[in-house]
Every structure is written in C-alpha cells, then in structure tokens.
C-alpha cells in the first residue's frame, strides 16, 4: 500500500534552535518527493521539489534531504524563527495504476516558543 | 507573485443544498487541482483538471462533485447535494506541469454544512 509517515507528530523548540523533521514513504513507484508548510488556516506553500536522482536540496533555512534506497527523507530547520511554527507536510508522488497520484503525510506540527 | 485565490473564505451551507466554490488559477498554468482537508486530517486529493477535462479523480470525488471551468480565468467546484461530512477546507491548486512542478494552493475554503 503506497504510505507517507511522518514524524514527529508535533514538535516544540526554542527560537534559534534547529530542528529536523521525518519522512518515510512506501510509494512505488516513485517520481518525486515534496515538503510543503501549512499555516494555520492558510494553504499549503512548496518549500521543496527532489527528484529520486537529488540528495539533497535548500530553500533558505529549509534543507530537505532525501534517500530513495531506504525511502527516507527528513527537513532540517535551521536558526528556528517564530514564524517557522506551521504544520510541514510531506508529499511523495509517483506514477501508480497508469496515473499521477500524489500521496500526503499528515504532516509534521511544529511550535517555536521565544 | 502571482497567486491562487478562492471565493468564498467560508460558506455556510444547510445539508441537502447545492454549493459552488470558486478559484481563479495562476494564469499561465495549464493544471487544476481541489483537495479537501477534514479538521485535524492530511490533506485528501479530489480531482485534477487539464484540457478542459477531468484528468484524475479519488474515490472521494463521487457524482455529487462536478467541476468545471466556466471562463478562461475560472475553475469552479461544485458539490450537488451536500452531506454534513462534506464539511471540510477545500483547496485549490494549479501548476504549470504536472510531474516535478510545484503546485500553488489557494488559501481554501472553509465549508460548513449544518
């Protein structure tokens, strides 16, 4: 069954501090991966795009890094800021039963306290 | 930067009532997404739109669910009959591509049926 997990379920840190958020995904086959961040009652806004043949990839603080062998894929948030707190959600997509289908995590909901 | 807009913000609707949701697309983009997002759910695929026709549909998007594009800045979802269940976010989304393009969501549609 094709799954995306994610990891934690919510998470708490300091402002400036780093954090790192979980992906794994059973999705076959597999085109590309995505991490969105929600804001609250707002929509979804693409931090990132990997391809199956990309490692790695930045968008300012946001580092995304991708393993397509052990279907893992984590975000890495540097200096944290106020603004960081929003729920990431990982997309994984793929071409399965002769269409494109994209299949959503459940997110990951991070708070950053002063 | 251009951006995907949805009308109304929140609509409220009496059960068994005819509803339509609006998004004007980012302009160039040729793809046409909804997905809906229950309250403390991942976000749900239901339909995708290309060429003036439906390109995918989830088993969500049963024939209560039509949608259309009336105009050449318009995309429209309508749900014929609603159900207490389908209270949800409704998001709206385009793309220039449909594989390794980010889709640009709308801020949504909060929809609630009493």
């Known amino acids: 069954k094709n799954q995306v997990e994610q990891s934690p379920q919510s998470l708490i840190i300091l402002e400036g501090k780093n954090c790192t958020l979980q992906?794994?995904?059973?999705?076959?086959?597999?085109?590309?991966l995505r991490w969105y961040k929600q804001d609250t009652g707002r929509g979804p806004v693409s931090l990132t795009i990997?391809?199956?043949?990309?490692n790695t990839k930045s968008n300012g603080r946001y580092t995304a890094t991708l393993d397509a062998d052990t279907k893992q894929s984590s975000l890495h948030i540097t200096a944290s800021q106020l603004s960081d707190s929003a729920s990431y959600i990982c997309?994984?997509?793929?071409?399965?039963?002769?269409?494109?289908?994209?299949?959503f995590g459940s997110g990951t909901r991070l708070l950053v306290r002063p | 930067e251009p951006e995907v807009t949805q009308t109304p913000s929140h609509q409220v609707t009496q059960m068994g009532q005819e509803v339509i949701l609006r998004c004007v697309p980012i302009?160039?983009?040729?793809?046409f997404y909804w997905y809906r997002q229950i309250l403390g759910q991942k976000v749900e695929f239901l339909v995708s739109?290309?060429?003036?026709?439906?390109?995918?549909k989830s088993e969500i998007f049963d024939d209560q669910f039509s949608v259309e594009r009336p105009d050449g800045s318009n995309f429209t979802l309508k749900i014929r009959s609603t159900k207490l269940e389908d209270s949800a976010m409704y998001f709206c989304?385009?793309?220039?591509?449909?594989?390794?393009?980010?889709?640009?969501f709308g801020d949504g549609t909060r929809l609630s049926i009493l």
């Open positions: 990997m391809t199956f043949s990309e």
């Open positions: 992906c794994n995904y059973t999705v076959s086959p597999f085109s590309n």
């Open positions: 739109f290309y060429n003036n026709e439906i390109s995918e």
């Open positions: 302009s160039n983009h040729l793809y």
């Open positions: 989304a385009s793309s220039e591509g449909v594989s390794n393009q980010p889709q640009h």
């Open positions: 997309v994984v997509s793929g071409w399965m039963d002769s269409s494109y289908k994209l299949i």
